[in-house]
């Protein structure tokens, strides 16, 4: 039974990466995000594919921005932005974690590293340059508290999936089954809802960028709704909260997944 639901999820998983490949050709969305979709799709099968069709595929820019506008939408780029990013790292941690034969504390610490600097530094800072004036450095700084809060919630979520689904089965630990990156798909997901929270709050206090439209050829980007005035600058306060919040759901993500192993 299980051999068969993961076999028709692979197939599902295949033909979505395909068409989201094929489609967003046409979709005016920032390259990134593009890339940042074929990923989550990579991860989520036909619920990356059906987020991108309902949270971003349209044909014109003018469209484009519109549909995106909505608030759930541009915390949707924000999500799959770091979920994509992070968890090319994340994936690269939990094949490491079984190469080097690591306990479960050293391979959630290894994954959350390797998730973090991909997704901050390349996938975000390095990527996303352009939105700092071009500048790296800026970048890296800009994008550092953002990245860092999400993260720690998609840890939160993916931590106790990961340690506690399958427990005991070894095939599910291992890179060269498909059990372990069925294990690793769903963990991903519920990593992506858990973080979804975090990333609501730091889109809506301009910390995060959402979906994004690229104008045509020799076109202007359209406006988005209620303008682009510059928003206030966010009080420390009130990131330190924040910080707090996220390092608290992360630790109690932590206690689950480490605890609930025995």
């Known amino acids: 039974m299980l051999e068969s639901a993961m076999m028709l999820w692979f197939v599902l998983t295949a033909m979505s990466v395909l068409y989201v490949a094929i489609d967003i050709r046409h979709t005016p969305e920032h390259p990134v995000l593009k890339w940042g ?14 987020l991108y ?22 915390v949707l780029g924000s999500t799959m932005h770091c979920v ?33 600097a991909f997704g901050w530094t390349i996938f975000q800072a390095l990527f996303m340059k352009d939105m700092a004036g071009g500048s790296y450095t800026r970048s890296l700084k800009s994008t550092f508290i953002p990245e860092l809060l ?13 340690a506690l689904a399958w427990r005991g089965v070894p095939e599910a630990h291992d890179p060269t089954h498909g ?10 997901m519920v990593g992506f809802a858990a973080a979804y929270p975090m990333n609501w709050w730091l889109v809506s206090n301009h910390l995060k960028h959402g979906m994004m439209t690229v104008p045509a050829p020799g076109g202007v980007a359209p406006k988005m ?30 206690f689950i997944g480490i605890a609930g192993r025995g």
């Not at 949270?55 to 549909?67: I, L, Q, V, Y």
């Not at 094949?95 to 391979?107: N, P, T, Y």
Request: charged share 10%; glycine share 10%; with cysteine.
């Open 37 to 50: 979709f074929l990923l989550l799709t990579l991860y989520a099968g036909p619920i990356g594919a059906l």
């Open 53 to 74: 069709i309902f949270g971003c595929r349209k044909s014109t820019p003018a469209e484009h921005a519109r549909f995106v506008s909505a608030r759930w939408r541009q």
């Open 84 to 116: 994509a990013g992070d968890g090319v790292g994340i994936l690269a941690g939990a094949v490491l974690s079984k190469v080097l034969a690591l306990a479960l504390l050293a391979e959630t610490a290894l994954e959350y590293v390797l998730g973090f």
């Open 150 to 162: 999400s993260m720690n919630c998609l840890m939160a979520g993916m931590v106790p999936v990961a």
């Open 179 to 188: 059990l372990f990156w069925f294990r690793m798909s769903i963990a991903l």
């Open 225 to 254: 709704k209620g303008g682009m005035a510059m928003p206030p600058p966010v009080s420390r306060e009130k990131i330190a909260i924040a910080a707090a919040i996220s390092f608290a759901v992360l630790f109690i993500g932590l």
